[in-house]
């Protein structure tokens, strides 16, 4: 058996030698870790936006816990650069990406007006 670790294969060999029966990796549990999200602006209409230079992908899992969690919000992001790649091995944009995930997003140089006036 294949072990993720050093540490682990050596334990397993412990256990194995003393003929102690074990199941490695066999179980997922699930958790959650409990974190507050603060938006960058809310708008007098209850839009948030969330402003982005560079997005790293602990912050793209963020975005789509808090949405998930909260579909009640209307977050959107604004982007320096939506047409930057998310990562360099990834043909994806930040813009796609976000489309993908159906979240609106838009250049800070061309958020919509509609997106900033009151309704």
Known sequence: MKYRSGLESKVADLMTSLDIPFEYETTKVPYVIEHNYIPDFILPNGI?????GLWEPE???KMLAVMKQNPELDIRMVFQAPYNKISKKSKTTYAQWCTKHGILWSSYREIPKDWLVNS
């Open 48 to 52: 948030m936006l969330e402003c982005k």
């Open 59 to 61: 912050d793209r899992r």
